[in-house]
């Protein structure tokens, strides 16, 4: 029974008492797992271009950009990186004073190669009266870590990633958001304009703007172009009840429910808020130094025509659908280019009439398309490519998480296990329809495709529920392609001993 106090809460959110109904009962019943025809591979889905037809796509885009279409980079920023310093932390709590593990001796013995390694010393002086070299000469470590992660000092334990310092220059340093800055006018920039847009959560807002308004310059200058940033955050109506083992409300010590964010699906509405033709996806933490940026910039490129072309000829279908003016041999090759190109099919299409086949076509080309860059998988943690069935007994290319592949199913965690391909969350996606209206991007959201975690709020346990994820059933119901691209583009920073790879030196 909802309080009072429940339906203010509620409607301040703007959450309805039928949607709170409606995740209460996900805690019930629970979420399937998805039935699955095998893991996507070179063999099974995902294109392995050759030089010639690289060069082709990079043609394609260029020719794009020329037209002057709007192009926007679309950078998720908001979460805290507390879980890159897990093992800082630990060490803090840990009854040891001296580096003990192996990434606590890494961390130290290379300390002087990080980027924010000056920032840390000045940090360190000012709060301990000595340097980072001194104070571990003494055997202070931990009071270095201190000073890195606690808000006396850098606070690198409670500041997102896109504002820590990852790189060095000759003269500067730079953190992510800078790289994404110097990323975007190298790909994403069209007539003398670069627009990207950065999620990011309440509290850490100003100092976004704060560094946006003092680097914005300088980008604009280096690279001749006229940046757009802008920002948006997770929408509290996207924010997902917590409940008790039992499925009740979890209420907290006022009595009040516990919301918690809905995780990264959520900002499938503020990706479809933007006004784009072309949006590019890319993590906050995969960027890297100028000199290695080329082969970035080119696979963006690749991907991006390779959406162009895709999204033309699904246009060129759309319009003879439309026209009704098509024979039964057009849509012979309507479903050859279904089935081929957007890898998508369905068993019982040889039993459609053809009036039947022509509104089957058209729904399956009528949505967004999104073309996903993957790599050959070396065990980063993290989903992978897989040709999934849907609610209406299509098949299609999904990308997976392994919460939402049956553990029990033998034949499904081999799938899982055995996969040739991880996905990086590189993604290039067209959110307009052939007459350039905007898709409604929530349309096309599997709901059943969440899950449910456990967590804890003031040592009490309490099951979270968290929404289709935005790469993956958040775009569930969208034209899908894959496009095998070069490790080399796939440079994570899950932990702070990641900066120290050759990669971010």
């Not at 070179?42 to 050759?50: K, M, P, Q, R």
Request: hydrophobic residues 35%.
């Amino acid at each position: 029974m909802l309080t009072e106090q429940d339906k203010k809460q509620l409607a301040q959110k703007g959450i309805t008492e039928e949607q709170l109904n409606a995740q209460l009962k996900c805690f019930a019943t629970g979420f399937p797992y998805l039935r699955l025809e095998g893991a996507a591979s070179v063999d099974n889905g995902i294109l392995a271009l050759n030089d010639e037809e690289a060069e082709h796509c990079i043609e394609v885009w260029n020719e794009y950009k020329r037209q002057g279409h709007h192009i926007t980079k679309f950078v998720p920023a908001s979460g805290a990186a507390s879980r890159m310093f897990k093992n800082l932390f630990a060490f803090l709590d840990a009854p040891y004073e001296l580096p003990t593990s192996d990434f606590e001796r890494t961390f130290f013995d290379r300390i002087h190669d990080f980027a924010f390694f000056d920032a840390l010393d000045d940090a360190c002086v000012l709060s301990q009266g000595e340097g980072v070299d001194a104070l571990t000469a003494e055997g202070k470590y931990k009071a270095v870590v201190e000073a890195l992660l606690g808000e006396e000092g850098l606070d690198y334990g409670s500041l997102p990633k896109a504002l820590l310092q990852f790189h060095a220059y000759d003269e500067f340093v730079r953190t992510p958001l800078e790289e994404h800055l110097a990323e975007a006018a190298l790909y994403a920039s069209s007539q003398g304009e670069t627009e990207v847009h950065f999620t990011v959560s309440a509290n850490h807002r100003e100092l976004f703007q704060e560094l946006i308004e003092r680097v914005q310059p300088e980008f604009e200058k280096q690279y001749g172009l006229n940046y757009r940033i802008s920002m948006s955050e997770q929408k509290p109506s996207t924010d997902t009840v917590a409940a008790n083992a039992d499925g009740t409300p979890f209420r907290q010590a006022d009595g009040s429910l516990l919301f918690r964010p809905g995780g990264h699906g959520a900002l499938i509405e503020n990706l479809g808020e933007l006004e784009s033709d072309i949006v590019f996806v890319k993590n906050i933490d995969n960027v890297v130094p100028d000199h290695l940026k080329p082969a970035t910039t080119r696979w963006k490129q690749i991907l991006a025509g390779k959406l162009v072309e895709v999204q033309q000829q699904t246009f060129r279908y759309l319009e003879l659908l439309d026209s009704g003016s098509y024979s039964h041999d057009d849509l012979e090759e309507i479903i050859r280019f279904v089935r081929h190109t957007l890898q998508c099919d369905h068993p019982q299409l040889k039993s459609l009439t053809d009036d039947e086949l022509a509104a089957f076509l058209r729904k399956k080309l009528n949505r967004p398309i999104r073309v996903c860059g993957m790599v050959r998988n070396l065990g980063e943690p993290g989903g992978g490519p897989f040709r999934a069935y849907n609610p209406d007994g299509s098949l299609s290319l999904q990308i997976l998480e392994s919460s939402q592949i049956d553990p029990q199913n033998p034949e499904y965690t081999a799938m899982f296990k055995q996969g040739t391909h991880f996905n990086p969350v590189d993604l290039v996606c067209a959110i307009r329809d052939k007459d350039g209206g905007k898709f409604r991007l929530t349309d096309y959201v599997d709901p059943q495709t969440g899950f449910i975690s456990s967590k804890s709020k003031d040592g009490r346990e309490l099951r979270a529920l968290e929404l289709p994820g935005l790469w993956n059933g958040a775009m569930s119901d969208w034209s899908t392609l894959m496009v095998e691209v070069p490790v080399e583009t796939f440079n994570p920073v899950k932990t702070v001993n990641d900066l120290l790879r050759p990669q971010h030196q």
